[in-house]
T-cell receptor
Framework: QKEVEQNSGPLSVPEGAIASLNCTYS??????FFWYRQYSGKSPELIMF??SNGDKEDGRFTAQLNKASQYVSLLIRDSQPSDSATYLC????????????WGLGTSLAVNP | DGGITQSPKYLFRKEGQNVTLSCEQN?????MYWYRQDPGQGLRLIYY???????QKGDIAEGYSVSREKKESFPLTVTSAQKNPTAFYLC??????????????FGDGTRLSIL
């Protein structure tokens, strides 16, 4: 059974701090890794995706991938109260259909 | 504006009734997906389609049916055989050039409840 695991939280950080969200996956052949943000009652929205080992930065967000450790993380710098949401990690399998395997999400609360 | 439109936003089903959720996209995406999300649970894949006139069952297809007659449209029917249909239903699509790794994008969702 291919799995994606996230700490459910809640992760609580003060405004302006760095929030670090972590995700581990079981399928060593996974190729693509996605982070989505989901506000309460809303649909998921894509924040970042990463395919290669290392870091990928986009504004206040940095995705970090370590395929050897089967670990992907999302860092949010200068956290704002508007970042308070559930963050979903999704991993694409190596098969032809490229279905996503989803984690259950980490709830983040940024306190003013 | 390009996007994924789901309708209706809220839907109520009577016992024994089939209901159809609409999903339309004008992004020229090849692949479309239907997910179900229950409180405290992750997204579960119901059906997906990578090309017109073809679709595959996901992890929880029982009690659901789909069609893909047009590239833009992927309606989901929740049949009376689905005994616990109350959930948040999400449609997603993605560009699928030769099986690449493009991300999925979501519509705003439909909340289905039993009357």
């Amino acid at each position: 059974q291919k799995e994606v695991e996230q700490n459910s939280g809640p992760l609580s950080v003060p405004e302006g701090a760095i929030a670090s969200l972590n995700c581990t996956y079981s399928d060593r052949g996974s190729q693509s890794f996605f982070w989505y943000r989901q506000y309460s009652g809303k649909s998921p929205e894509l924040i970042m995706f990463i395919y290669s080992n290392g870091d990928k930065e986009d504004g206040r967000f940095t995705a970090q991938l370590n395929k050897a450790s089967q670990y992907v993380s999302l860092l949010i710098r200068d956290s704002q109260p508007s970042d308070s949401a559930t963050y979903l990690c999704a991993v694409s399998n190596a098969g032809n259909n490229r279905k996503l395997i989803w984690g259950l999400g980490t709830s983040l609360a940024v306190n003013p | 504006d390009g996007g994924i439109t789901q309708s209706p936003k809220y839907l109520f089903r009577k016992e024994g009734q089939n209901v159809t959720l609409s999903c339309e996209q004008n992004l020229n995406h090849d692949a479309m997906y239907w997910y179900r999300q229950d409180p405290g649970q992750g997204l579960r894949l119901i059906y997906y389609s990578q090309i017109v006139n073809d679709f595959q069952k996901g992890d929880i297809a029982e009690g659901y049916s789909v069609s893909r007659e047009k590239k833009e449209s992927f309606p989901l029917t929740v049949t009376s055989a689905q005994k616990n249909p109350t959930a948040f239903y999400l449609c997603a699509s993605r560009y699928y050039p030769g099986g690449g790794n493009q991300p999925q994008h979501f519509g705003d969702g439909t909340r289905l409840s039993i009357l």
